[in-house]
């Protein structure tokens, strides 16, 4: 069993930063595959980024590759997002997820948090 929380998220501007931070519980965090969610006002959750456990790899969707960072802390049980050039499209509430897997053309997980506000103005 896995608890996630996460903190960072607020109001920017388009073109500022923040970083978004997700604390998970359990002893084995260096063992699961994180990631990132994000789902927007009428719209699915959709996939954002994922960092492996083990060799710490990452993925990121076509939307943010470039802008967005993911990394981890095992140390820590810490996952962070750091998100760069943020743009008004990028506003959603972001979860953080645990045991992330791609299989049949989608992104599954088994454990979310309970989501952070991010809301970017023009």
């Known amino acids: 069993q896995v608890q996630l929380v996460e903190s960072g998220g607020g109001l920017v501007q388009a073109g500022g930063s923040l970083t978004l931070s997700c604390a998970a519980s359990?002893?084995?965090?260096?063992?699961?595959?994180m990631g990132w969610f994000r789902q927007a006002p009428g719209k699915e959750r959709d996939f954002v980024a994922t960092?492996?456990?083990?060799?710490?790899?990452?993925y990121y969707a076509n939307s943010v590759k470039g802008r967005f960072t993911i990394s981890r802390d095992n140390a820590k049980n810490t996952v962070y997002l750091q998100m760069n050039s943020l743009k008004p499209e990028d506003t959603a509430v972001y979860y953080c997820?645990?045991?992330?897997?791609?299989?049949?053309?989608?992104?599954?997980?088994?454990?979310w948090g309970q989501g952070t506000q991010v809301t970017v103005s023009s």
């Open positions: 997820a645990a045991d992330v897997t791609y299989s049949d053309y989608e992104w599954r997980y088994d454990y």
């Open positions: 960092i492996r456990g083990s060799a710490g790899s990452t």
């Open positions: 359990g002893r084995t965090f260096s063992t699961y595959d």
